[in-house]
């Protein structure tokens, strides 16, 4: 049993998702609580407890994002949450939200959970935090059991998004990193964590036409200048996402770049579908990497491989038989439906 203590001292009018998305499940207007919301979330009642005196905790979970309480102003509620876990002999977790790679100053007794960031420029403070998604597969197919594709002679790659060779685009991208930069740079010119100039849709067009003119495979492709295509509507939402996860679900692989934060929220999405991701690594920061070998689930390829990464996925297919392949899609549901899940984070992986 897990004794998680969450800090309500700060009684700020918030929008729900400045939440850590780890106490969101036991969120209420009656304060923190385990209940109907944290089955949904498939956390294991017996393995967790909500205790409203620190001191009884093994745990602490911060209730806003980290990004909140600095921006904000509100630091020093963090000050005094690291104070409490060196009384008290417990770590405390929280999370940083949103795509920033952007370092926050750290505190002996806090670990930031998040999604994005630089490896090399981070310490061992900060872990990787999968992304909270629907089971898009059970809601738009109806089924929690996959399609299983059988192996062809070449590999089928898919893509569905954000993706163009628009010089306009491209140009805006990159001053929208230099313009952060020079911010950071004001605040603190000695600073380690200046963002990359990373324009993704233009990256991302140059691997998918390079791959479009490769032998070595077949190619599904779709190619869009605005996110979501650019659907406003209920009608048009659902079709946008439709016609993304279906073209995940029609193909046998799926590239995953990056995006506007160095992450890819695809990789997620192509193991939720039960297909095998081609991450293409720009120095990030996986989940539970102390119990996931990720290269097990995924086709690696560095970002200095990218113009060979027809001839890394073609090894990779041709080195598995049918059947490893058809058991690899069921292992990547799998990973996703056991352990890429809050539910699963909160019950197994935060140590006493």
Not at 14 to 23: C, Q
Not at 151 to 157: A, G, S, V
Not at 206 to 222: A, G, M, P, R
Not at 232 to 251: A, P, Q
Request: with cysteine; charged share 25%.
């Amino acid at each position: 049993m897990l004794n998680i203590y969450i800090p309500s001292d700060l009684n700020h009018n918030v929008n729900k998702k400045s939440l850590f998305i780890l106490v969101r499940p036991f969120y209420s207007d009656d304060g923190w609580k385990l209940d109907q919301q944290s089955k949904r979330w498939k956390i294991n009642e017996g393995s967790i407890n909500l205790v409203v005196d620190e001191a009884q905790a093994d745990i602490m979970i911060l209730p806003y994002s980290i990004n909140y309480y600095f921006n904000h102003g509100l630091s020093s509620y963090l000050d005094k949450y690291n104070t409490l876990c060196y009384s008290n002999n417990i770590m405390a977790y929280g999370g940083i939200s949103g795509d920033t790679c952007r370092a926050f100053p750290e505190y002996e007794k806090i670990i930031y959970f998040r999604l994005g960031g630089f490896r090399s420029q981070l310490s061992n403070k900060n872990i990787g935090l999968p992304a909270a998604l629907t089971d898009q597969h059970r809601t738009l197919f109806g089924s929690k059991e996959i399609i299983i594709r059988g192996k062809n002679e070449k590999p089928n790659i898919g893509f569905c998004g954000q993706a163009n060779s628009s010089q306009i685009k491209r140009s805006k991208d990159s001053l929208m990193y230099i313009f952060e930069n020079f911010r950071r740079f004001i605040k603190k010119p000695s600073r380690i964590d200046y963002e990359t100039i990373f324009p993704s849709a233009y990256h991302r067009y140059l691997v998918l036409k390079y791959l479009e003119n490769s032998n070595q495979i077949h190619t599904n492709f779709i190619y869009r200048k605005k996110y979501r295509a650019g659907a406003i509507s209920e009608h048009e939402l659902y079709k946008t996402t439709l016609e993304y996860y279906n073209n995940i679900r029609e193909s046998d692989y799926i590239l995953c770049v990056r995006g506007g934060g160095n992450y890819s929220i695809r990789l997620y999405e192509t193991l939720l579908m039960g297909r095998i991701p081609i991450f293409i690594n720009t120095d990030c920061i996986l989940p539970l990497i102390n119990e996931i070998n990720w290269r097990d689930h995924v086709v690696w390829v560095e970002w200095s491989e990218r113009f060979q990464i027809d001839e890394i996925v073609s090894k990779f297919h041709n080195s598995l038989s049918d059947k490893s392949f058809k058991e690899l899609q069921l292992r990547n549901r799998q990973l996703w439906l056991e352990k890429l899940q809050p539910g699963y984070i909160l019950s197994n992986h935060l140590k006493k």
